[in-house]
Structures are given as structure tokens and as C-alpha cells.
């Protein structure tokens, strides 16, 4: 896991929290842009299955087996 001591409290200060649109264009630019999971998670204050749910579901991730990978644009 990402996350260790008192760190969790200050880093996950979205987790549980309504997204709105404009956090989920800003995860898709930061993604985009070459930041990996656990920059996502401190950005957005999200857990990693948060990250990858909404990624998922804004058609950036897809799930292939036991893994998650990055859908190339067309």
C-alpha cells in the first residue's frame, strides 16, 4: 500500500466525498500527462481503488484479467 502512518488522515481528504466533473477532466489530464497511482492518490486525495474506478469509468483504464491497463486513444 501507498499510504503509511498519520500520512493517511492528510492525504485522503477527498475519500468518500461526491466528484465532480471538473476532478474527473483534471484526473484524466494528470493521467494523461504521465503521473502514476500513487501521485494520483496524493493529488486527489483518493484511495487507489478510487483512482481506478473513476478512470475506468471515464474510459481511461480497462480491466483485463487481474489487471488495469491504460486504453490508447484513437
Do not use: W
Not at 26 to 52: D, K, Q, Y
Amino acid at each position: 500500500m501507498f499510504f503509511k502512518g498519520d500520512i493517511v488522515g492528510r492525504v485522503l481528504f477527498n475519500k468518500g466525498q461526491p466528484r465532480t466533473r471538473e476532478a474527473g477532466e483534471n484526473l484524466a489530464l494528470a493521467l494523461v500527462a504521465g503521473s502514476n497511482l500513487e501521485e494520483l492518490c496524493r493529488r486527489f486525495g483518493r484511495t487507489p481503488a478510487g483512482i481506478i474506478s473513476k478512470l475506468c469509468q471515464l474510459g481511461l483504464l480497462v480491466q483485463i484479467g487481474e489487471r488495469y491497463h491504460l486504453v490508447e486513444p484513437d
